[in-house]
Nanobody, 137 residues
């Protein structure tokens, strides 16, 4: 069974930084399309960024506008790990952060689009357990 394990969450003051990690294991084919989602209390889950772990992909990660310039996705294919470096954190970044992998094989180009965050259904992805990020003013 595919597993995704997040780590790296915590509590920081506004302007601080955190780095989240997502280790993907037991993926049975190719390289997964990884996305980070977040959910604040009382709000819907929101896709934040996506990256393909396909080594041959033109792999410019996709970011939603509110995190561009502050968040950076990177990957270590040898470790099947995706990282989300979050700088200049703001209180509105607070929430539970989830790592998710699309179940279907996805090209690198298709992975790094807004559609890859918004169109697949919840059940179209494998999900991690989440890691809490709290940013205080």
């Amino acid at each position: 069974q595919v597993q995704l394990v997040e780590s790296g969450g915590g509590s920081v003051l506004a302007g601080g930084s955190l780095r989240l990690s997502c280790v993907v294991s037991r993926f049975t084919y190719g390289r997964p399309c990884i996305a980070w989602f977040r959910q604040a209390p009382g709000k819907e889950r929101e896709g934040v960024a996506s990256i393909s772990l396909a080594g041959d992909a033109p792999n410019s990660p996709y970011y939603i506008d509110s995190v561009k310039g502050r968040f950076t996705l990177s990957q270590d294919n040898a470790k099947n790990t995706a990282y989300l470096q979050m700088n200049d954190l703001k209180p509105e970044d607070t929430g539970m952060y989830y790592c998710a992998a699309l179940k279907a094989s996805t090209s690198g180009r298709a992975c790094t689009t807004s559609a890859s965050l918004t169109q697949p259904r919840y059940e179209d992805r494998y999900w991690g357990q989440g890691t809490q990020v709290t940013v205080s003013a």
